[in-house]
C-alpha cells in the first residue's frame, strides 16, 4: 500500500477572492508541486520497513457548482521510497548438490542487509470539495475522494549489510561455509533490478488548506494532500527478496 503526506504549496489562477464565498470563483485550474512522506507499507518476510520521503506533481480543474460545494478532478505524478532491513535465515531443505548427490539445506543468512525501494506512478484523483471563508483574506478548503494510480516504473537496489549462504548437510550433520567452489560464500555484490507491482491501485485521498490572494488573477495555497491505499501493490508472494 502507499502512504502519503504531502505538504504542497501552488499558484492557482482565477479571479481575486471575494469578501463574500458567494462570491468566490468557481472554477480553478491548479498546478500542485509538494514534497513529504511518500512511503510503501508492507510486512516483508524477516524483514523491517522504514518510511522515507517522496515527491508528488499534479494538474487539477475544479469546479464549484453552489457557494459552498465543487469537486475536482487532475493527473498527477508521484514518487513513493522505502527501504527494507532484512536480519533472517532464509532455509530449503532436502535439497541434492550436484557434486555429490548429498542431500543438504541450503542456508541464506541476512544480518542488516538494507534494500532501497521505489515506485513510479501516474494517478487521476477525483475529490469532493467544500470550502468556507475564514476572515477577509483566507478561504478554508476542505477535499475527500479517491485516487486511482497506474505504476509505471519501479526499482530495488541493496545497499549494506552481509549475505552468506550455507549448506547443512545431513548426512555428516554439519554447516558448511566459506566454501566457493560449492557455492557456500560470502556474496559482495550488491543487487539491483525491477520490482513486479500490480498496474493499478486504488488510494483514499484528503485535501485540506486555504487559499490566499497573491494577485488579482492570481492565489496561493498551502495546504496538506494525503492519501493511503486501499489495495494491495503486491500481491502475497509475488516478489521475492534479491529477485
Known sequence: RYLSIIA???????????????YAPTNYFNVN?????????????????????????QFQYIHYFSPQWGAGIGAQFSVNRSHTTYNFTDATPLLVHPDNDWYYESRAIYTDWVEHQKLFALGI??????????GREWLLNFGVGALVDFNIGSSF?????????????????TEYAELNEYGFYHHQDKESGKMNPS??????????????????????????????????IFQSNSQQLMT
Open 199 to 232: 498496474k493499478i491501485n486504488v488510494s483514499a485521498l484528503v485535501d485540506f488548506g486555504i487559499y490566499r490572494n497573491l494577485t488579482y488573477s492570481c492565489e496561493l495555497y498551502l495546504g496538506v494532500y494525503a492519501t493511503y491505499g486501499l489495495s494491495n
Open 8 to 22: 504542497v504549496a501552488l499558484t492557482l489562477t482565477g479571479a481575486s477572492l471575494a469578501q463574500r464565498v458567494e
Open 125 to 134: 484523483p477525483v475529490q469532493l470539495y467544500f470550502r468556507t471563508l475564514v
Open 157 to 173: 537496489e541493496t545497499q549494506g549489510g552481509d549475505y552468506e549462504t550455507r549448506g547443512y548437510f545431513y548426512n555428516t550433520a
Open 33 to 57: 508541486i509538494g514534497a513529504g512522506l511518500g512511503t510503501i507499507l508492507c510486512n516483508p518476510m524477516g524483514g523491517h520497513q522504514s518510511m522515507e520521503a517522496g515527491a508528488l506533481g
